[in-house]
């Protein structure tokens, strides 16, 4: 089990570009896959990225297309969500997600898959 903190979100422009960080400690941070979520008001919770547990191998969600790139720093403990082009449709609350992978290429979609969860961070794109 590991604690998951995000950080990073606040209120920019449409076009503006940000950068979340998430922070993962009690584990060895290498051996967890990672992921990405968002949730808008009055809509489901909603896939953005995942990455392995080497930062080799990483999947985006559609909606989201090449407009974001995840990325991890093992040393660091941390993954980052770095989003450019934002849009008001992609206000939401982001949520960082741990998994334990036993394979470093290893990377999870399925939210049921994922065993810790961050509070969350609020990202609002004013147009």
């Known amino acids: 089990q590991v604690q998951v903190v995000e950080s990073g979100g606040r209120l920019v422009q449409t076009g503006d570009s940000l950068r979340l960080s998430c922070t993962a400690s009690?584990?060895?941070?290498?051996?967890?896959?990672m992921g990405w979520y968002r949730q808008a008001p009055g809509k489901e919770r909603e896939f953005v990225a995942a990455i392995s547990g080497s930062g080799a191998v990483t999947y985006y969600g559609a909606s989201v297309g090449g407009r974001v790139i995840i990325t991890r720093d093992n040393a660091k403990a941390t993954v980052y969500l770095q989003m450019n082009r934002l849009q008001p449709e992609d206000t939401a609350v982001y949520y960082c997600a741990a998994r334990f992978a036993s394979d470093d290429r290893h990377f999870f979609v399925d939210p049921q898959l994922y065993t810790d969860w961050g509070q969350g961070t609020q990202v609002t794109v004013s147009s």
């Open positions: 009690g584990q060895p941070f290498s051996t967890y896959a």
